[in-house]
């Protein structure tokens, strides 16, 4: 006994533990571990789902960028996606017109359903699809042509007017509705690519909904503009959240707090959280949101 | 020491200058160390091999312009007028005879006392010319090197001074492209000129005939040539622009195919192969145009009954631009890849994004926002198909028919030029100078086809940036 005892090395005073310092220690947010079938918390799911996406994952070659990401957008509702960079929102949203087909290594697995209809089967053509579903990118893109050619490229290569008064009528409509009528009726033989950041983003709106879309997808669509030009945009959506369907990507919590209905938030890929924005913003039900929301990472 | 020393020993002095100038700028930084020198020792080496080394290449490249012209003066002096008068008053040819004898082509017995004794002048002449060429320049540089040695001190800027020598160099290379170019034109202007005291202007330019055959005795037969080169204009149209019709849809659509449809595989089996098509000499295009198509293409006419209305030939205009248009597919493909892919990608996903179909995107947005791009290669291509001398001359033969049939044999202004100019001429000739004029011709309208090209570029630019 005696023996074994002394055999017993001594502890080095290297290996002891420095003394504890009295800090309160908020666990890495970024490191908290999120198992792979976690499942989302709040109410991802509504009775009159636009959208009704099950099971999706997104691939990058061997790199999964979105897991299991349940979740519905109602009809006319708003729905802000945030959530740190690199979280998958954007790769999400690009989903929803299957504009990630242009990515060759890109793969998507689950079921994402418009109206029912599965937007991955095979027999499903894009481009109906993205007429159906448009989107508005980061960066204001309006085409080098003019800002009336911008907006008529949609109805002219869907062939929504015959006639030159149809087309007239329809871009004189969209930019009325994308609030930039005012500004552009005196010059719309003039290049789109003239306009200020925030008109051109609004001619890129205009744009979208000139051809009639259901649906309007947002990437982070004030994340290049200052904040008189992201305003004005963020009023324009909640005008156009009376026709269409819109879901956003952004950074900007504010922005989420400000347009949106409900609110989801996204971490490492995986949809932590849906609910209510009001109730995302005051009662989180998940650690990792009020962390998120509080500004703690980002 | 013989001038072909003088080179090395040159770079020899120049290499301890330097050595030198460095260790005497650490030597006067003293125990200071190189913390008070303005600039650091390699500087002050450069400066001093530098000053070694430029004025005596200066004194070299002054000499060697001037010596021929004082030691050919030299010798004239001693050439007795009745020998230049036995050569028919051509001094030319008794210093000819004086060169050979002391280059020792031509035995002393042949000649006459008095040029045997110039030729000997002349090599001692020329010994001593490069003895004290050599003497002279390795002063010179032996003076730099040890005047820029004793300037060195901390506060000489020799950094700065160094630079600036670097700069004037760059500024010399870059004049010599220019000054080359301003050479070559005034050469051609100047003998065009010649040539337009003989012919005029006007029959240059718009005569139909070509047949620039002038005799060089009076009694020959088809003495009086003539030089109306509309027949080659418009041949080298002819097959400037079969070419351009096979180049650039094709190029054009092979540059939309491997940028916006082909998977990166395909991408990267064509793009080498194409690199290899452009790499192939145009003489080797040339004799597969002469001797694989232009048989095929005149067996294709006849088998079509053409030649009952045409004159089908077996050296045709078809066949070289066919050729000709394969050859520069690669230019307008590379040059329009570039600009393709320099489109946007949010430009593409912006077109996408509304439903356009892959077709759309590219006619209505890529096309549109690349043009510019594109306009400038087909212009390159241009100048490039209007240039091109081999294939032409090997595949479309060398008569000056003014024809719009592409069957027919047709001729070109780079093709004449060189019939022109190959084989022994005298430069006196119509026939010799007309090859300047021609290549005036053919300068003016690259230059404005480039220029051209350019206004086009920035015209589209304005509108679309």
Known sequence: MQQTLEQKPPVSPKVSAPPMAPTFSIPEPAQMPVSADYKTVGVPLVE?????????????????????????????????????????????????????????????TGSIQLDGEEIYASKMDVVPLRARVGMVFQKPNPFPKSIYENVAYGPKIHGLASRRVDLDEIVETSLRRAGLWEEVKDRLDAPGTGLSGGQQQRLCIARTIAVSPEVILMDEPCSALDPIATAKI?????????????????????????????????????????????????????????????GRFG | MESS???????????????????????VAGVGGMRILNSLPFYYGSLTAFWCALPSLAVVLIWSIFDGVIIENMVHALVPPAAVEAAGGNIGLVMNQVRNLAAGHLSADSVEPAIAAAADRLVALERIN??????????????????AWLKINPQLRARAK?????????????????????????????????FFSKVPVTEFLFGLEWSPQTAIRADQQGSSGSFGAVPLFAGTLLIAGIALLVAVPTGLMVAIYLTEYASPRMRNLIK???????????????????????????????????????????ESALAAGLVMGVMIIPFVSSLSDDVITAVPRSLKDGALGLGSTRSEVVKL?????????????????????????????????????????????????????????????????????????????????????????????????????
């Not at chain 1, 790199?63 to 945030?82: H, S, T």
């Not at chain 1, 998958?88 to 242009?102: I, Y």
């Not at chain 2, 301890?16 to 005497?24: D, E, I, K, N, P």
Request: with cysteine; net charge negative.
């Open chain 1, 48 to 108: 009159n789902a636009k959208f009704a996406m099950r099971d999706v994952n997104v691939f990058y070659g061997e790199k999964q960028a979105v897991f299991n990401v349940n979740l519905d957008i109602g009809e006319n509702e708003v729905i802000a996606m945030i959530g740190p960079s690199g979280c998958g929102k954007s790769t999400f949203l690009r989903c929803l017109n299957r504009m990630n087909d242009t990515i060759d290594i890109c793969r998507v």
């Open chain 1, 234 to 294: 963020e009023e324009l959506i909640a005008e156009l959240s009376q026709n269409y369907t819109i879901a956003i990507v952004t950074h900007s919590m504010q922005q989420a707090a400000r347009v949106s209905h409900r609110t989801a938030y996204f971490h490492l890929g995986k949809l932590i959280e849906v609910n209510d924005t009001q109730k995302v913003f005051t009662t989180p039900d998940h650690a990792l949101t009020e962390a998120y929301i509080t």
């Open chain 2, 5 to 27: 020393v003088l080179l090395p020993v040159l770079a020899l002095l120049c290499a301890l200058a330097f050595v030198a100038g460095r260790s005497r700028s650490l030597a």
């Open chain 2, 130 to 147: 490069r003895w004290a060429l050599t003497g002279v320049a390795l002063s010179f540089a032996l003076i730099g090197a040890i005047l």
């Open chain 2, 162 to 194: 160094v630079e600036d020598i670097f700069r004037w160099t760059l500024l010399a290379c870059a004049s010599l492209a220019i000054l080359t170019t301003i050479g070559i034109v005034m050469s051609v202007l100047f003998e065009s000129m010649r």
């Open chain 2, 272 to 314: 080498p192969v194409l690199e290899i098509l452009a790499g192939i000499p145009t003489v080797v295009y040339g004799f597969f145009a002469a001797l694989t198509v232009a048989p095929v293409i005149r067996d294709m006419g006849v088998n079509l009954g053409l030649d009952e209305w045409l004159t089908i030939s077996s």
């Open chain 2, 365 to 465: 947005v890529v096309i549109p926002a690349a043009l510019p791009g594109i306009v400038g290669s087909v212009l390159l291509a241009a100048s490039r198909a209007i240039g091109e001398t081999m294939i032409v001359v090997m595949a479309a033969g060398l008569a000056a028919n003014l024809t719009a049939n592409p069957f027919d044999s047709v001729t070109t202004v780079t093709v004449q030029i060189v019939t022109l100019l190959v084989g022994d001429q005298e430069f006196e000739s119509a026939k010799t100078l007309a090859a300047f004029a021609l290549g005036l011709v053919l300068f003016v309208v690259t230059l404005g086809l480039n220029y051209f090209a350019l206004y086009i570029v920035r015209k589209y630019r304005e509108q679309y940036e």
